[in-house]
């Protein structure tokens, strides 16, 4: 089967730097996606890894490595408006997204 | 504002009423989506519009209903509202394919049936 393994919930600091681990297990792979929802909205796009590496923006980055089918998501110098959930979103071998809950990221003062 | 617009914002519906969901798009996006969001869960593709005039099924078909008569417009209907269909509803586009291309949501539709 196809799934996603995220940490339901974490804690960070304002100012601090938090990774969002993720391990996928697709049907093939095209590309990994990460998405940030603010709770009671839509989703909004962050990131886009199809090669092994780390891909910067800003505060954000987003590393893949393929062979291992692993993703994280580092954010830098957090803000309180940072707190939402981050979705980390595999490709599968047909293009079809492969969605999980997320994790819930509360940013504390 | 380029983007999508949903409507309604926010619904009840009795049971066994029929209910469409409206989604329209300025970004000239050749493929839409429709997915549903429940507490706990991740998004769940329910149909989707590759291009103008065709549709096909996703994950979770059935008791829903779609068309894309033109490029714009992909409205979703609950034929028979059933109390399980109680979600928030997202409608999505994105220029191609979804594992290729990012998504673009609209707010969500959040439907409650009683």
């Known amino acids: 089967g196809q799934n996603i393994d995220q940490p339901t919930e974490m804690t960070a600091t304002e100012g601090a730097i938090v990774q969002i681990n993720c391990t996928y297990q697709?049907?093939?792979?095209?590309?990994l996606f990460w998405y940030q929802q603010h709770a009671g909205e839509a989703p909004t796009f962050l990131s886009y890894?199809?090669l092994d590496g780390l891909e910067e923006k800003g505060r954000f980055s987003s590393f893949l490595s393929r062979s291992k089918g692993y993703s994280y998501l580092l954010l830098k110098e957090l803000q309180m408006k940072d707190s939402a959930s981050y979705l980390c979103v595999p490709s599968d071998s047909n293009y079809q997204l492969i969605w999980g809950a997320g994790t819930k990221l509360i940013i504390k003062p | 504002i380029a983007g999508i617009t949903q409507a309604p914002t926010s619904q009840i519906l009795a049971a066994g009423r029929r209910m469409t969901l409206r989604c329209t798009q300025d970004?000239?996006?050749?493929?839409m989506y429709w997915y549903r969001q429940d507490l706990g869960l991740g998004l769940r593709l329910i149909h989707y519009?590759?291009?103008?005039?065709?549709?096909g099924k996703g994950e979770v078909p059935d008791g829903y209903s779609v068309s894309r008569a033109n490029t714009d417009d992909f409205p979703l209907t609950l034929a028979s509202a059933v109390p399980s269909q109680t979600s928030v509803y997202f409608c999505?586009?994105?220029?191609?394919?979804?594992?290729?291309?990012?998504?673009?949501f609209g707010a969500g539709s959040r439907l409650t049936v009683l």
């Open positions: 999505a586009s994105s220029e191609g394919e979804p594992g290729a291309n990012v998504l673009t």
């Open positions: 890894n199809v």
């Open positions: 697709t049907s093939g792979f095209n590309g």
């Open positions: 970004m000239r996006h050749n493929a």
């Open positions: 519009s590759n291009t103008a005039g065709t549709t």
